[in-house]
T-cell receptor
Framework: EAGVAQSPRYKIIEKRQSVAFWCNPI?????LYWYQQILGQGPKLLIQ????????DSQLPKDRFSAERLKGVDSTLKIQPAKLEDSAVYLC??????????????FGNGTRLTVT | GDSVTQMEGPVTLSEEAFLTINCTYT??????LFWYVQYPGEGLQLLLK?????DKGSNKGFEATYRKETTSFHLEKGSVQVSDSAVYFC??????????????FGKGTKLSVIP
């Protein structure tokens, strides 16, 4: 099966600019996640979708980050305006169901964002 | 809140050496525990998991046992290969109470195996 697709692979922007990342999950996976991985740290959940509804966005900085999953398939994550501390790898993952115990997460290769 | 602590890396071993990567956790309930691996240039992938106390997860020669009394889930392999060089992440998940089973990850441990 095709894996989780993410684009772009790399992105360099200046602070205060905006940026968008795209994710196409594995076909049939109802749950989609966006994680932020800062260098030297483990991934941190930003937002979780179940189909096209938000399940958990408690750690999403809503003043500058937004995400949507129209039609319950593809998803985009946007940052506007970007700050230096947003430099990180943004990982998208998907799973059949919402419980990681019974439904393993499949991760994409990520988008590496550098904010200068 | 929940947290995961892994041993600091990087770890460098010779081929066929014994591997242990320590992982301890803090959780309010009864979490499920995982090890994820990230090979160079690839995405994170599940290596093994354990869902209750005393369970042993195993895959590709790696093992980890869920120890509730010590809140630990140490990763072990008897004989590492060069192809095991990767970053290893310990993680846990439990119901947040809002239907979200988010994974909480440790910082990762980079393993390099030399011939």
């Amino acid at each position: 099966e095709a894996g989780v697709a993410q684009s772009p692979r790399y992105k360099i922007i200046e602070k205060r600019q905006s940026v968008a990342f795209w994710c196409n999950p594995i076909s049939g996976h109802a749950t989609l996640y966006w994680y932020q991985q800062i260098l030297g740290q483990g991934p941190k959940l930003l937002i979780q979708f179940q189909n096209n509804g938000v399940v958990d966005d408690s750690q999403l900085p809503k003043d500058r980050f937004s995400a949507e999953r129209l039609k319950g398939v593809d998803s985009t994550l946007k940052i506007q305006p970007a700050k230096l501390e947003d430099s990180a790898v943004y990982l998208c993952a998907s799973s059949l169901q919402g419980t990681a115990t019974n439904s393993p997460l499949h991760f994409g290769n990520g988008t590496r964002l550098t904010v200068t | 809140g929940d947290s995961v602590t892994q041993m600091e890396g990087p770890v460098t071993l010779s081929e066929e050496a014994f591997l242990t990567i320590n992982c301890t956790y803090t959780a309010t309930g009864y979490p499920s525990l995982f090890w994820y691996v990230q090979y160079p240039g690839e995405g994170l992938q599940l290596l093994l998991k354990a869902t209750k106390a005393d369970d042993k997860g195993s895959n590709k020669g790696f093992e980890a046992t869920y120890r509730k009394e010590t809140t630990s889930f140490h990763l072990e392999k008897g004989s590492v290969q060069v192809s095991d060089s990767a970053v290893y992440f310990c993680a846990l998940t439990e119901d947040s109470g809002a239907g979200s089973y988010q994974l909480t990850f440790g910082k990762g441990t980079k393993l390099s195996v030399i011939p």
